[in-house]
């Protein structure tokens, strides 16, 4: 069974930066399909950025594009998310999750990740 656990979120002034990070349980991290999404109240689960293997390209959503940076440390097991410029809109439930399907087609595809963090809270005031 994987476990994830998200930690760095927090409340940030506008302009600010935050950390995330994903901790996984398992010997096998590098090889999956990991990503993060985000959800604000009321809305739809958002894609934010994701990669099929560690090293592999990462893809991003439009609207994080050239401010949030994802990477993954396979020594600790563990992903990050840098996210620089905060903007109020990008307050929302942050989510790390990996899939372990061999062939993973739309990597933006919440359904496409068999595994879930509890989510940590990102709070950006104006």
């Known amino acids: 069974q994987v476990q994830l656990v998200e930690s760095g979120g927090g409340y940030v002034q506008a302009g600010g930066s935050l950390k995330l990070s994903c901790a996984t349980s398992?010997?096998?991290?590098?090889?999956?399909?990991m990503g993060w999404f985000r959800q604000a109240p009321g809305k739809e689960r958002q894609f934010v950025a994701a990669n099929r293997r560690s090293g592999s390209y990462i893809y991003y959503g439009d609207s994080v594009k050239g401010r949030f940076t994802m990477s993954r440390d396979n020594a600790k097991n563990t992903m990050f998310l840098q996210m620089n410029s905060l903007k109020p809109e990008d307050t929302a439930v942050y989510y790390c999750?990996?899939?372990?399907?061999?062939?993973?087609?739309?990597?933006?595809?919440?359904?496409?990740?068999?595994?879930w963090g509890q989510g940590t809270q990102v709070t950006v005031s104006s």
């Open positions: 999750a990996l899939s372990r399907r061999v062939d993973v087609t739309s990597l933006a595809d919440a359904d496409e990740y068999d595994y």
């Open positions: 398992g010997r096998t991290f590098s090889t999956y399909a």
